[in-house]
């Protein structure tokens, strides 16, 4: 995008205490008016983004910001405008809520979100919104140690997981499914099947994880998966699953891992120069500590996947 043309925007997703997001209204008059938008607005020459909507929160809303977290940042082309939504979660604020400018303003439950009519350069934002920061990978040969790494892992907190189990057998695949069952619908825990088990597409009810190799065969979005995310080491992939309106990539290896020695990794640098190139939200793989979700956040990703982080 020519730099004359870009509009910078410091946009805030505010969660309160009971989960729920805060949406506005924009006013008729303006670009995209009568849509709903995560509030915030655009950052003056020079400005700090962060202050630039610590700012615009106190004018539009009356409310303080005490503490935000990079959670996605969008560039997106409309026929007259292009834009960079510079998106922050805002994990800590005060002050008594109050529509300053006369806007509706609106507290919704995340899963709701997408029944509302946004820009379209928001979408991505609502899957950021909605996904957590944590992402758990379960592999393993017997079914057993599979059903007792489920239960070490939602008794973490974790509510993103996916099965990669390739070397179960169907029947197998089935009894961890009806093992699993009654725990995600208790824990509110979202599973997705890896694409490279023979049964994967058995169980739209839950979620699709694509190989990188299935992601390159795709045609279009697979369809009836509630959550579809892929596997990506390039940019070509990244751009992919943006393509097919994935809601999420992992993207890796970023540190060496103990499973691959040897093996070449993209670093901090190369990962963060890679999502900042797509609209989507991207985990990071390869290596991951609980310790290294701050610097993933701050190179623009999602948050972290992995298999023995959340194990440990």
């Known amino acids: 995008?020519?730099?004359?043309?870009?509009?910078?925007?410091?946009?805030?997703?505010?969660?309160?205490?009971?989960?729920?997001?805060?949406?506005?209204?924009?006013?008729?008059?303006?670009?995209?008016?009568?849509?709903?938008?995560?509030?915030?607005?655009?950052?003056?020459?020079?400005?700090?983004?962060?202050?630039?909507l610590a700012r615009e929160l106190k004018e539009e809303l009356n409310l303080t910001v005490e503490l935000a977290k990079p959670l996605i940042t969008i560039n997106h082309q409309y026929d007259d405008l292009a834009v960079c939504l510079d998106v922050w979660e805002v994990v800590e604020f005060s002050g008594d809520l109050k529509a300053c400018e006369g806007q509706p303003i609106r507290w919704v439950k995340t899963d709701e979100l997408r029944h509302y009519d946004?820009?379209?350069?928001?979408?991505?934002?609502?899957?950021?919104?909605?996904?957590?920061?944590?992402?758990?990978?379960?592999?393993?040969?017997?079914?057993?140690?599979?059903?007792?790494?489920?239960?070490?892992?939602?008794?973490?907190?974790?509510?993103?997981?996916?099965?990669r189990a390739k070397s179960l057998a169907e029947n197998e695949v089935r009894e961890f499914m009806q093992f699993i069952k009654?725990?995600?619908?208790?824990?509110?825990?979202?599973?997705?099947?890896?694409?490279?088990?023979?049964?994967?597409?058995?169980?739209?009810?839950?979620?699709?994880?694509?190989?990188?190799?299935?992601?390159?065969t795709l045609s279009t979005r697979p369809a009836?998966?509630?959550?579809?995310?892929?596997?990506?080491?390039?940019?070509e992939d990244l751009r992919l699953a943006e393509q097919y309106q994935l809601d999420f990539a992992v993207l890796g290896a970023v540190l060496p891992t103990a499973t691959h020695p040897g093996i070449e990794t993209l670093g901090?640098?190369?990962?963060?120069?890679?999502?900042?190139?797509?609209?989507?939200?991207?985990?990071?793989?390869?290596?991951?500590?609980?310790?290294d979700q701050e610097q993933a956040i701050y190179s623009g990703a999602q948050g972290i996947a992995g298999i023995r982080t959340f194990l440990k």
């Open 118 to 163: 946004f820009p379209a350069a928001n979408f991505p934002i609502i899957s950021a919104t909605c996904l957590p920061r944590y992402y758990a990978i379960l592999d393993d040969a017997r079914l057993e140690k599979l059903q007792h790494n489920f239960i070490k892992i939602i008794k973490k907190g974790i509510k993103l997981i996916q099965l």
């Open 182 to 216: 009654p725990y995600c619908e208790k824990n509110n825990v979202q599973l997705l099947l890896n694409s490279g088990m023979a049964n994967a597409w058995d169980f739209a009810q839950y979620g699709l994880h694509l190989t990188s190799t299935d992601l390159m």
């Open 268 to 291: 901090w640098e190369k990962f963060a120069k890679l999502v900042r190139q797509v609209n989507i939200p991207v985990y990071a793989l390869g290596g991951m500590e609980l310790s």
């Open 224 to 235: 009836g998966f509630k959550w579809v995310g892929a596997s990506c080491h390039s940019l």
């Open 1 to 52: 995008m020519p730099e004359t043309q870009l509009v910078h925007v410091a946009v805030g997703v505010i969660r309160n205490n009971s989960n729920n997001i805060l949406i506005s209204k924009r006013h008729k008059h303006l670009h995209q008016g009568g849509l709903w938008e995560f509030p915030g607005g655009k950052v003056e020459t020079g400005e700090d983004v962060r202050r630039a």
